[in-house]
Protein backbone atom coordinates (compact mmCIF):
# COMPACT_ATOMS: atom_id res chain seq x y z
CA UNK A 1 0.00 0.00 0.00
CA UNK A 2 1.08 3.55 -1.15
CA UNK A 3 1.13 6.42 1.53
CA UNK A 4 -1.25 8.92 1.00
CA UNK A 5 -0.36 12.82 0.74
CA UNK A 6 -3.14 15.59 0.00
CA UNK A 7 -1.60 18.95 -1.44
CA UNK A 8 -2.94 21.97 -2.99
CA UNK A 9 -2.55 23.17 -6.04
CA UNK A 10 -3.16 26.20 -8.12
CA UNK A 11 -5.94 26.69 -10.05
CA UNK A 12 -4.30 26.09 -13.69
CA UNK A 13 -2.11 23.47 -12.49
CA UNK A 14 -5.26 21.34 -11.48
CA UNK A 15 -7.02 21.96 -14.77
CA UNK A 16 -4.13 20.90 -16.42
CA UNK A 17 -3.59 17.98 -14.09
CA UNK A 18 -7.20 16.86 -14.97
CA UNK A 19 -6.75 17.61 -18.66
CA UNK A 20 -3.53 15.19 -18.67
CA UNK A 21 -5.73 12.28 -16.40
CA UNK A 22 -8.01 12.48 -19.51
CA UNK A 23 -5.97 10.40 -21.41
CA UNK A 24 -6.28 6.64 -21.29
CA UNK A 25 -4.61 4.47 -18.96
CA UNK A 26 -3.19 7.51 -16.89
CA UNK A 27 -4.23 8.94 -13.94
CA UNK A 28 -3.83 11.91 -11.25
CA UNK A 29 -1.99 9.66 -8.85
CA UNK A 30 0.70 8.25 -11.33
CA UNK A 31 1.27 11.91 -13.18
CA UNK A 32 2.37 13.25 -9.85
CA UNK A 33 3.93 10.58 -8.49
CA UNK A 34 6.08 10.49 -11.51
CA UNK A 35 6.76 14.37 -11.74
CA UNK A 36 7.75 14.34 -8.01
CA UNK A 37 10.52 11.62 -8.62
CA UNK A 38 11.99 13.49 -11.64
CA UNK A 39 11.70 16.36 -9.27
CA UNK A 40 13.32 14.97 -6.46
CA UNK A 41 15.88 12.31 -8.50
CA UNK A 42 17.30 15.03 -11.68
CA UNK A 43 20.12 12.79 -11.91
CA UNK A 44 17.73 9.78 -13.73
CA UNK A 45 16.93 12.49 -16.96
CA UNK A 46 20.51 13.04 -17.15
CA UNK A 47 20.38 10.99 -20.24
CA UNK A 48 17.65 12.96 -21.55
CA UNK A 49 19.21 16.09 -20.82
CA UNK A 50 22.71 14.72 -22.69
CA UNK A 51 20.35 13.66 -25.41
CA UNK A 52 19.34 17.44 -25.58
CA UNK A 53 22.59 18.59 -25.49
CA UNK A 54 24.06 16.84 -28.57
CA UNK A 55 20.75 17.78 -30.22
CA UNK A 56 21.32 21.29 -29.58
CA UNK A 57 25.34 21.68 -30.38
CA UNK A 58 24.00 20.13 -33.59
CA UNK A 59 21.62 22.61 -34.59
CA UNK A 60 24.20 25.15 -33.28
CA UNK A 61 26.42 23.37 -36.05
CA UNK A 62 24.20 23.64 -38.46
CA UNK A 63 23.30 26.96 -38.12
CA UNK A 64 26.34 27.87 -38.01
CA UNK A 65 26.82 26.43 -41.50
CA UNK A 66 23.50 28.57 -42.69
CA UNK A 67 25.21 31.68 -41.65
CA UNK A 68 28.55 31.04 -42.72
CA UNK A 69 26.58 29.79 -46.26
CA UNK A 70 24.41 33.02 -46.07
CA UNK A 71 27.65 35.34 -45.64
CA UNK A 72 29.16 33.83 -48.92
CA UNK A 73 25.92 34.61 -51.15
CA UNK A 74 26.04 38.10 -49.66
CA UNK A 75 29.33 38.72 -50.41
CA UNK A 76 28.99 37.32 -53.72
CA UNK A 77 26.00 39.18 -54.65
CA UNK A 78 27.15 42.33 -53.11
CA UNK A 79 31.15 41.49 -55.67
CA UNK A 80 28.52 40.92 -58.57
CA UNK A 81 26.38 44.42 -58.39
CA UNK A 82 29.23 46.01 -57.83
CA UNK A 83 31.12 44.37 -61.27
CA UNK A 84 27.98 44.54 -63.09
CA UNK A 85 27.72 48.76 -62.09
CA UNK A 86 30.79 49.43 -62.46
CA UNK A 87 31.04 47.96 -66.44
CA UNK A 88 27.00 48.72 -67.46
CA UNK A 89 27.17 51.66 -69.46
CA UNK A 90 23.15 53.27 -69.73
CA UNK A 91 21.11 52.29 -72.52
CA UNK A 92 19.63 54.89 -74.75
CA UNK A 93 15.84 54.94 -74.44
CA UNK A 94 15.31 53.25 -77.54
CA UNK A 95 17.12 50.41 -76.57
CA UNK A 96 15.47 49.83 -73.06
CA UNK A 97 12.19 48.00 -74.14
CA UNK A 98 13.83 45.69 -76.17
CA UNK A 99 16.43 45.30 -73.40
CA UNK A 100 13.41 44.78 -70.43
CA UNK A 101 12.12 42.07 -72.63
CA UNK A 102 14.91 40.09 -73.39
CA UNK A 103 16.14 40.72 -69.52
CA UNK A 104 12.74 38.94 -68.50
CA UNK A 105 13.24 36.27 -70.88
CA UNK A 106 16.90 35.68 -69.54
CA UNK A 107 15.13 35.50 -66.03
CA UNK A 108 12.40 33.12 -66.69
CA UNK A 109 15.26 30.99 -68.07
CA UNK A 110 17.62 31.63 -64.85
CA UNK A 111 14.80 31.10 -62.36
CA UNK A 112 13.95 27.65 -64.68
CA UNK A 113 17.45 26.67 -64.65
CA UNK A 114 17.50 26.99 -60.59
CA UNK A 115 14.72 25.01 -60.22
CA UNK A 116 15.97 22.20 -62.39
CA UNK A 117 19.23 22.19 -60.32
CA UNK A 118 17.65 22.21 -56.87
CA UNK A 119 15.56 19.63 -57.85
CA UNK A 120 18.00 17.48 -59.30
CA UNK A 121 20.28 17.72 -56.27
CA UNK A 122 22.74 19.72 -57.87
CA UNK A 123 24.75 22.63 -56.61
CA UNK A 124 26.74 24.78 -59.06
CA UNK A 125 29.24 26.17 -56.01
CA UNK A 126 30.43 23.10 -55.41
CA UNK A 127 30.61 21.83 -58.33
CA UNK A 128 33.23 24.84 -59.43
CA UNK A 129 35.23 24.23 -56.81
CA UNK A 130 35.38 20.90 -57.35
CA UNK A 131 36.80 22.12 -60.70
CA UNK A 132 38.69 24.49 -59.22
CA UNK A 133 40.63 22.11 -56.96
CA UNK A 134 41.39 19.65 -60.03
CA UNK A 135 42.26 21.81 -62.36
CA UNK A 136 44.15 24.95 -59.93
CA UNK A 137 44.48 23.84 -56.83
CA UNK A 138 46.36 26.65 -55.67
CA UNK A 139 44.10 29.03 -56.70
CA UNK A 140 43.26 30.40 -53.11
CA UNK A 141 46.20 30.92 -52.11
CA UNK A 142 46.78 33.36 -54.73
CA UNK A 143 47.06 37.32 -53.78
CA UNK A 144 44.04 38.75 -55.79
CA UNK A 145 45.90 41.22 -57.78
CA UNK A 146 47.95 38.65 -58.97
CA UNK A 147 45.00 36.87 -60.05
CA UNK A 148 43.65 39.99 -62.06
CA UNK A 149 47.02 39.88 -64.04
CA UNK A 150 46.30 36.25 -65.49
CA UNK A 151 45.71 35.58 -68.88
CA UNK A 152 41.89 34.92 -69.40
CA UNK A 153 41.25 31.50 -70.25
CA UNK A 154 38.32 30.34 -71.81
CA UNK A 155 35.80 29.17 -69.33
CA UNK A 156 33.64 25.73 -69.78
CA UNK A 157 30.02 25.81 -69.15
CA UNK A 158 28.58 22.69 -67.62
CA UNK A 159 25.60 21.27 -69.85
CA UNK A 160 22.27 22.63 -70.22
CA UNK A 161 23.74 26.51 -68.61
CA UNK A 162 23.44 29.44 -70.58
CA UNK A 163 26.82 30.59 -71.02
CA UNK A 164 27.94 33.91 -69.44
CA UNK A 165 27.20 37.12 -71.25
CA UNK A 166 29.76 38.55 -73.19
CA UNK A 167 29.56 42.17 -73.04
CA UNK A 168 30.84 42.81 -76.34
CA UNK A 169 27.86 41.47 -77.96
CA UNK A 170 24.64 43.31 -78.50
CA UNK A 171 21.66 43.09 -76.04
CA UNK A 172 18.83 42.40 -78.80
CA UNK A 173 17.82 39.19 -79.75
CA UNK A 174 17.55 37.45 -82.59
CA UNK A 175 14.36 37.67 -84.24
CA UNK A 176 11.94 34.12 -83.07
CA UNK A 177 14.79 32.82 -80.85
CA UNK A 178 14.50 31.32 -77.31
CA UNK A 179 15.48 32.34 -74.80
CA UNK A 180 18.05 29.43 -74.40
CA UNK A 181 18.81 30.84 -78.28
CA UNK A 182 19.18 34.13 -77.02
CA UNK A 183 21.38 33.23 -73.93
CA UNK A 184 23.82 31.51 -76.15
CA UNK A 185 24.10 34.19 -78.80
CA UNK A 186 24.54 37.19 -76.36
Known sequence: MKPRLSAYLSDHVAE???LAAKRPGVNKSAIVDKALDRFL????????????????????????????????????????IRYYLTITPPLPRS???????????????????????LAG???????????IVETDPDLFSRDLDEMQMMPKTQSRTPRGEAPAPDSSVSASPAPGASPMEQDVHA
Not at 49 to 77: F, G, N, T, W, Y
Not at 102 to 117: C, D, N, S
Open 41 to 80: NPERDQGNEAAILRRLDRMSKQLAQIDRHQLIVLESLALF
Open 16 to 18: RLA
Open 121 to 131: GQNIVGEVLER
Open 95 to 117: EQEPARALGQQRFEFFVAQIGKR
